[in-house]
């Protein structure tokens, strides 16, 4: 009596099914923050047109069109990663680092968040130190960072509410602050902040909806 077996190594079949679904992971969670990502500049760039259409516009276009210019290019380097699938799902974003200062980053992330800050006719202060500070930094994925903090003060506090923005130069490095007298985060969601898609306040009936 015997028997005959066949066996098969199926390691690299199970290896390329496992990264194609981390892969997918990936797309799923990246996918969806960049809806949010490329509606924040439009919203000034829109702002900007309704501006220029009124009889008095033509006396504020250079600054209108000098800040429709840079939310242009802001947009551009967004849609650039979205059509990027690939850079996306492997969990690769280029940072394009040059010198640049502080308070034009801010200045950029405030004007992206304005009509947002308006609306909510919210009173925005802003505090930065007299002496340049000066970054080796990407200009585009701070002013994200920094456009989408403003813009959570912004939705997270009741209509008329209070946001702080400041910077300080702090043993060697640069250290920056967006506070808010909304409703804050609980202690115990902190740790989950920094998550692809994390919102403290999801099942909060004041908590407005959107990716947090």
Known sequence: RGHV???????????????????????????????????NPLAPTSNAV????????????????????RQVRQIVRLVDDLLDVSR??????????????????????AETSMPAIEAGRHELTVSLPEETLMLEADKVRLTQVFGNLLNNAARYTDRGGRIWLGAR????????????SGIGIPAAKLAHVVGMVSQAHRRSARGPAGLG
């Open 169 to 180: 130069h702090q043993d060697g490095q640069v250290a920056v602050s967006v506070r808010d």
């Open 5 to 39: 077996g066949i066996s098969i190594d199926v390691t690299g079949a199970a290896e390329a099914e496992g990264a194609l679904r981390v892969a997918d992971r990936r797309k799923a969670e990246s996918l969806p923050p960049l809806a949010p990502e490329l509606r």
């Open 50 to 69: 309704h501006l220029l259409r009124r009889p008095d516009g033509r006396r504020s276009a250079d600054r209108m069109v000098e800040m429709v210019g």
């Open 88 to 109: 996306i799902t492997q969990g690769k974003l280029e940072l394009r680092c040059e010198q640049l200062a502080l308070a034009e980053v801010l200045a950029m992330a």
